[in-house]
T-cell receptor
Framework: KAGVTQTPRYLIKTRGQQVTLSCSPI?????VSWYQQTPGQGLQFLFE???????NKGNFPGRFSGRQFSNSRSEMNVSTLELGDSALYLC??????????????FGPGTRLLVL | AQTVTQSQPEMSVQEAETVTLSCTYD???????LFWYKQPPSRQMILVIR??????QNATENRFSVNFQKAAKSFSLKISDSQLGDTAMYFC?????????????FGQGTILTVHP
C-alpha cells in the first residue's frame, strides 16, 4: 500500500499571502489529522477530519482551516501568512472507525517558509 | 487537557548497547493511549510502539519495549542492541479517550544519537 503523501514538499511564500497544502491518506483510511512542527513549539495538533467532517480542532487562529473530500484526501489552508507560520506541516492518516487510540501514519510533511 | 514531558533533550549511546528514553504524562482521562514515534533526520515520522492504558502488560516490539508505570504516569522507552539506524528524534505522545479524535499530544522530543 502506498503511504501518506503530501504536496507540495516545499513552499516559499511572503507575508500576507495564502497557501493550500494537500494530503492523500493511505487507501482505506478515513481520518486525517494535521500538525504543525516548529523548533520552538514542537508538534501541535491543528485539526482532524473524518468523512468530510471536522471532528476535532486544536488551538490555532481562524486563519488555519481545512477540509476533506469524499475520497478522504484533505487540504489545509492558511490565509494571511505570518512569519511565525514557517513550519513543517505534517498530516497523518488512520482508519478512523473507532476514532480513539488508533495508530496514525504520517506523511513526509510540507515545509513552509514565510518571508 | 493532556501534557507530555520528555526531560532529556539529547542522549547518545554506543552501538549494541541499551538506552532508555524517559517520558511522563498527565491526564485526567481514564481511557487513553500512549505512543512512541521516531523521526529520523529528514525522514518521516514512524510509529515505534503503542500502549493502551488499560492494559497492564508492557508493550514490546522486537528491540523496543516500554516501562509503563500508570500510577506514576511514566512511559519510558527502552531500546536494546542499539543500531546506527536508531539515530533519530523520538517523540512520546498521548491520545485521550472521550472526544479527542485524532489528536496526539506530543512531548518536546529526545534526540538520540547512536555512535559506532
Amino acid at each position: 500500500k502506498a503511504g501518506v503523501t503530501q504536496t507540495p514538499r516545499y513552499l516559499i511564500k511572503t507575508r500576507g499571502q495564502q497557501v493550500t497544502l494537500s494530503c492523500s491518506p493511505i487507501s482505506g483510511h478515513r481520518s486525517v489529522s494535521w500538525y504543525q512542527q516548529t523548533p520552538g513549539q514542537g508538534l501541535q495538533f491543528l485539526f482532524e477530519y473524518f468523512s468530510e467532517t471536522q471532528r476535532n480542532k486544536g488551538n490555532f487562529p481562524g486563519r488555519f482551516s481545512g477540509r476533506q473530500f469524499s475520497n478522504s484526501r484533505s487540504e489545509m489552508n492558511v490565509s494571511t501568512l505570518e512569519l511565525g507560520d514557517s513550519a513543517l506541516y505534517l498530516c497523518a492518516s488512520s482508519l478512523g472507525g473507532r476514532g480513539l487510540g488508533e495508530t496514525q501514519y504520517f506523511g513526509p510533511g510540507t515545509r513552509l517558509l514565510v518571508l | 487537557a493532556q501534557t507530555v514531558t520528555q526531560s532529556q533533550p539529547e542522549m547518545s549511546v554506543q552501538e549494541a548497547e541499551t538506552v532508555t528514553l524517559s517520558c511522563t504524562y498527565d491526564t485526567s482521562e481514564n481511557n487513553y493511549y500512549l505512543f512512541w514515534y521516531k523521526q529520523p533526520p529528514s525522514r518521516q515520522m514512524i510509529l515505534v510502539i503503542r500502549q493502551e492504558a488499560y492494559k497492564q502488560q508492557n508493550a514490546t516490539e522486537n528491540r523496543f519495549s516500554v516501562n509503563f508505570q500508570k500510577a506514576a504516569k511514566s512511559f519510558s522507552l527502552k531500546i536494546s542492541d542499539s543500531q546506527l539506524g536508531d539515530t533519530a528524534m523520538y517523540f512520546c505522545a498521548s491520545m485521550a479517550g472521550g472526544t479527542s479524535y485524532g489528536k496526539l499530544t506530543f512531548g518536546q522530543g529526545t534526540i538520540l544519537t547512536v555512535h559506532p
